[in-house]
Every structure is written in C-alpha cells, then in structure tokens.
C-alpha cells in the first residue's frame, strides 16, 4: 500500500505541473499573438499611410499640370533633350 501512495502523491504533483506547464505556454502563446497581430497593424498603418502620401502626390501633380498647361510644355522639352 506504500507504493501506491507514492504513485498517487507523484501522480497528482504531475497533474498540478502540467496544469502550470500548461497556463505558462498559453500566457506565452497569448503574448506572442499580441505582439504579432499589434505588429501587423502597425506595418499595415503604415504601408497605408505611404499609400495614401504617393496618391496624394500623384493628384497634385496633375491638378498642377492641369493649372498650368506651361509647364507641361517645359516638362516635354526636358524630356526630349536628355534623349
């Protein structure tokens, strides 16, 4: 009866490690998901911003050439000289 007692007191260390082994791994788990979902996010604001300035700079240079037909011209020469 001795011996049983020993697997029983091993046994139940066992089951309150695993229970903790398992709480640890999923609090890292867990971590890491936020860092990797907060990462994301922040390179997709990011992506996006750069976006948004490129377009930006693509409608007023147009708006601008549409204002000022001259320096379309101007645009047109250079262009031809340095061919």
Known sequence: QGMNNQYVRREVFCRNTCHELKRFWEREIGKQ???RESEEYRLGRSALRKLREEWKQK???KLRLRNNPDETEKR???GQELH
Do not use: M, P, Q
């Open 59 to 61: 409608l007023e240079t």
């Open 33 to 35: 998901t936020h860092y």
């Open 76 to 78: 047109a020469s250079v």
